[in-house]
């Protein structure tokens, strides 16, 4: 039998009568490990050449990367024609609309920026940030996950840890108008008559345990040996681009897209991840053998 998502409140508390959301706790949790894990590493790793005390610039480089290049992102890749047609809307920043590519381009211009004001090269600085970017990646799907957001697809399987996204419920009202013959399906109609909802991949949490956890281990594991410039920044491009592109099987398609060829928007972008980081391992790699 299903689970049921709890459908926690997005406030976790006030200060002041201002609200503090769960999300933007998760953000501050990101940050706060970013710094703590990166001072960690640059005062285990001294040949990389970056002091502790750089992690606070560095951060506020990342800060601003994320933040503006992710919301430029959701509106370029995403939602282009509702954003040219409604430009002021783009500053509306609360009402959600965030792109990891695009946050992963920003912060990939903030990086050479960095780089350029401290005179190292754009790689040296990314080789450097590559393994403190997954855990925060896990503390954003933790904040999906409370919010009931980002929810996954609907699955016919006995899987003891499907759930029922009470959000969800218009999508799941739209999707049996369509296909009303899931519920032919024993599990997705016992799902339905007592939870009226449809039993969907927590896609947040395999997100959380892939793109976050397994793929910090994978890079701190990879990285505590000095290794070839651009190599650790390739892994993490292969890495990320590999889990995200699995999981995106598992999460619902953003229903103003679809999927393109079988592929949602996700996959799509993380295809260029996964052969760039390939190719510039494989560069490094070559570089390193010829010296």
């Known amino acids: 039998m299903a689970l049921v998502h709890p459908q926690y409140d997005a406030v976790a508390f006030t200060i002041f009568n201002w609200p503090v959301h769960w999300y933007g706790l998760t953000y501050l949790a990101a ?13 285990k790793m001294p040949l990389l050449g970056f002091k502790p005390i750089e992690l606070d610039d560095i951060l506020f480089y990342g800060v601003l990367g994320v933040i503006l290049g992710g919301r430029l992102g959701y509106v370029l890749f995403y939602k282009l024609g509702d954003y040219a047609a409604n ?22 211009v903030a990086m050479w920026w960095y780089g350029r004001k401290t005179q190292r090269s754009f790689f040296e600085v990314t080789d450097f940030i590559a393994p403190l970017v997954p855990l925060g990646l896990a503390a954003g799907r933790l904040g999906n996950y409370i919010n009931g957001e980002l929810w996954g697809r609907v699955s016919d399987a ?10 969800a419920r218009g999508a799941d009202e739209q999707l049996l108008t369509v296909t ?20 969907r991949h927590p896609s947040q949490i395999y997100q959380l345990l892939g793109e976050g956890l397994l793929l910090f281990v994978i890079l701190w594991l990879y ?48 295809i260029p991840m996964i052969v760039g980081g390939a190719l510039a391992l494989y560069v490094s790699c070559r570089r390193a053998r010829v010296k």
Request: net charge positive; proline share 6%.
């Open 158 to 167: 006995g899987y003891s840890w499907l759930m029922v996204f009470p959000q």
């Open 31 to 43: 940050f706060i490990m970013f710094l703590l894990v990166g001072k960690y590493r640059a005062r």
């Open 223 to 270: 990285s505590r040996k000095m290794r070839p410039v651009m190599a650790v920044t390739s892994v993490f491009l292969m890495g990320y681009g590999v889990m995200r592109f699995l999981a995106e099987f598992a999460r619902e398609p953003d229903d103003f897209l679809g999927l393109f060829a079988g592929l949602s928007m996700g996959q799509i972008l993380s």
């Open 87 to 108: 430009p002021l809307d783009i500053l509306k920043v609360w009402q959600g609309g965030m792109s990891f590519h695009g946050g992963f381009l920003g912060v990939a």
């Open 180 to 199: 009303p013959s899931l519920l032919d399906n024993p599990n997705i109609a016992a799902a339905w008559q007592m939870y009226s909802g449809l039993p």
